[in-house]
């Protein structure tokens, strides 16, 4: 690129979720970073031979980070289950989702699956995402399988295989052995473009013995990434933990030393007022799903009660509804309607958590801002509505129009690390008929 770099300007921007938004901002994009910011007309005087991206009628923002997706789960889409699940989150696991979705998973139907989500996220403003992938009959080698199609996305992505016993031990083993070979896999190809990394995950206390929680977080140290699990989805966990281990989930994990910022746990709905303590004093990290914890009628995650203790949060889609917009506006007015009111978190948080947030949870630095310095992760959103453009009174509110009001299909650009992966709405280089049909051969095949 050299000295010649893209002034991307709009109407409005958020440089950070927690920020006022700026009118009529720019930022300098050059070697995949923000390297200038400023009033569009500055910059640009600034940087005459710059190339100009003009977001007119758009605010600019930074991409989603998606903390917690099962790019496999869209294949369950639909699915001609004989019974319905179910009365309980165990019989959901046991009578349907283990053996009719995650034990039947090959590499091809991960593979487009994998396709297919990464260009649905790009199109909706998602620039970076985690993904579980639980599938104990498409060992080893899965995580390689999804990983081509996650690299052509052009996405950052943290992929990870949630190993687990509940399959016996030698496959919870070789769970384990695919994510380190995966972590270094990445590691040895590591390059300037290169985008896709690896991390540690084991699925829960009730199908992982303390050995093997203790194996996966030491392998994890060793490699310096994080271990993820999901805790207390329902009330199911916290009472298989009080009634096996004599003592709720986090008091486990606590006990045996996992309990750590080196510990990204998922769910956390139903916490007891220690659990929350101990997420807090020993700095687990948090990813919030809240539509997919009303979907399993799991409750209500005490979110608030996280926050206020400085816990770091990020949202994540659990692969159910993967349009973060949707996320964010759940996570809105779920906690409002719980807690009865309506000051009880703002659009600003949700988007925190929607971004930078998440990105933390992730240990993704310098991502979800767009000030110097941070990677060139942004999005353009149309922010011209029935009403108009936000007027400078207008800046107060110009968030909580974003969450409200828009969705994925308002998304007009999306660039990851200075590379435009959606353009016009339009995910370049994907081909769009040919990924679905892919996708609903691997479905049907999944089904039968
Ligand atoms: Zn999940």
Request: proline share 5%; charged share 20%; glycine share 10%.
């Amino acid at each position: 690129m050299g000295d010649r770099g893209l002034i991307v300007g709009a109407d409005w921007a958020v440089t950070a979720a927690l920020d006022e938004p700026r009118r009529n901002w720019a930022v300098r994009v050059a070697g995949g970073l923000i390297d200038d910011s400023g009033p569009e007309p500055e910059l640009r005087a600034r940087h005459p031979d710059d190339d100009f991206c003009d977001g007119s009628g758009c605010v600019l923002l930074p991409g989603f980070v998606n903390a917690h997706v099962h790019l496999y789960g869209v294949l369950a889409h639909g699915v001609p289950a004989p019974a319905a699940p179910v009365a309980d989150f165990w019989g959901f696991l046991d009578d349907y989702w283990w053996p009719l979705v995650e034990n039947a998973l090959d590499h091809e139907m991960i593979s487009a699956a994998a396709a297919w989500v990464t260009a649905e996220l790009a199109a909706g403003g998602t620039t970076s995402f985690f993904d579980i992938l639980e599938a104990p009959n498409a060992l080893p080698d899965a995580l390689s399988a999804q990983r081509e199609a996650v690299d052509r996305s052009g996405l950052r992505g943290v992929l990870s295989f949630e190993a687990t016993e509940r399959m016996g031990a030698a496959n919870g083993q070789a769970g384990i052995d695919e994510n380190v070979r995966f972590i270094e896999a990445c590691r040895a190809a590591a390059g300037p473009r290169s985008r896709v990394s690896g991390a540690m995950c084991i699925h829960t206390t009730f199908t992982c013995s303390e050995p093997f929680i203790r194996q996966a977080f030491e392998a994890a140290a060793s490699l310096d990434v994080f271990c993820h699990a999901h805790v207390n989805e329902g009330v199911h966990e916290g009472r298989w933990c009080a009634e096996h281990h004599g003592m709720r989930t986090l008091e486990f994990y606590d006990r045996i030393g996992v309990a750590s910022p080196r510990f990204q746990a998922s769910q956390c709905v139903q916490l007891t007022p220690r659990e929350i303590e101990i997420i807090g004093d020993t700095g687990i990290r948090v990813s919030h799903m809240p539509l997919s914890n009303c979907e399993v009628g799991g409750g209500i995650a005490p979110v608030l009660e996280m926050l206020a203790r400085d816990v770091t949060v990020g949202l994540g889609s659990d692969g159910y509804l993967n349009d973060m917009f949707a996320v964010m506006r759940g996570a809105f007015l779920l906690h409002r309607a719980a807690t009865l009111d309506p000051g009880a978190i703002s659009a600003d948080t949700v988007l925190h958590m929607a971004t930078e947030g998440a990105a933390r949870t992730l240990g993704l630095e310098r991502v979800g801002r767009l000030e110097p310095g941070w990677h060139a992760d942004l999005q353009l959103v149309d922010i011209d509505g029935p009403t108009g453009l936000p007027t400078p009174v207008e800046a107060h509110n110009l968030v909580d129009q974003l969450v409200l009001w828009r969705n994925a299909a308002h998304v007009g650009k999306v660039m990851v690390g200075g590379d435009w992966i959606v353009d016009g709405g339009v995910v370049v280089g994907a081909d769009m008929d040919r990924l679905r049909a892919r996708t609903l051969e691997q479905a049907a095949r999944l089904w039968s």
